[in-house]
């Protein structure tokens, strides 16, 4: 079965620096998709970014890129210029054969100024 | 805004009792998701709908049904409610079998 794994459970960064969000995941399968989303204190679950895992080169996403080492099955999310707004949890997602999104546990982001 | 439409935001009840949570999905979308997102499980799928018919079922009890309507909005019932049913729901919806779902802001469920 696959799952997801984020080892930072809280994180902080101070206004305009970067961050870097770490994600590992476990699978077998060769063809599948991972996520970032976000979800502020209002709940709502944001789409960051998505990766193809056929595809070699990394997804960005304005401020958003991510680290993708498919060998090393890791999907680290980094955000530059950080801003208040990003303040949040971040969840990595898993979308594989089983046709459904796994999630990890989420990170919580704090953004300070 | 994902353009997912829950109703209703909050939902407070009693245990033992029956619920049921309504998800819109965007225009144009097939498939609908159901997830509920507690303190101690996570995020956990429950089960998806795509064009009417069930396509994937996830870590939904047996008290829980879902179902989705010939205009695709989905509805999830909840019965015999327990202390620990008590969490946020989400429906996502997608286009076709597309891998990016979209959330709705979830119905927040609160079991007394």
């Known amino acids: 079965a696959q799952t997801v794994t984020q080892s930072q459970p809280e994180m902080s960064v101070q206004e305009a620096e970067t961050v870097t969000l770490s994600c590992t995941y476990d699978t077998s399968e060769s063809n599948y998709y991972l996520f970032w989303y976000k979800q502020p204190p209002s709940r709502q679950m944001i789409l960051v970014i998505r990766?193809?895992?056929?595809?070699?080169q990394n997804a960005t996403e304005n401020r958003f890129s991510v680290n993708f080492q498919k060998a090393a099955k890791s999907f680290s999310l980094k955000i530059s210029d950080s801003q208040l707004g990003d303040t949040a949890m971040y969840f990595c997602a898993f979308w594989g054969s089983q046709g459904n999104l796994i999630f990890g546990k989420g990170t919580k982001l704090s953004v300070k100024p | 805004d994902s353009g997912v439409t829950q109703t209703p935001k909050h939902l407070i009840t009693a245990t033992g009792q029956r619920v049921t949570l309504r998800c819109s999905p965007r225009?144009?979308?097939?498939?609908v998701y159901w997830y509920q997102q507690s303190l101690d499980q996570g995020l956990q799928f429950l089960i998806q709908?795509?064009?009417?018919?069930?396509?994937a079922k996830g870590n939904i009890l047996e008290r829980f049904s879902a179902q989705q309507f010939p205009d695709l909005h989905s509805e999830l019932n909840l019965s015999s409610l327990e202390l620990g049913d008590s969490a946020l729901y989400f429906c996502?919806?997608?286009?076709?079998?597309?891998?990016?779902?979209?959330f709705g802001p979830g119905t927040r469920l609160t079991v007394l």
């Open positions: 709908y795509y064009n009417g018919e069930e396509r």
């Open positions: 990766q193809e895992a056929y595809k070699q």
């Open positions: 996502a919806s997608s286009l076709e079998n597309s891998l990016t779902q979209y």
């Open positions: 225009s144009g979308d097939l498939s």
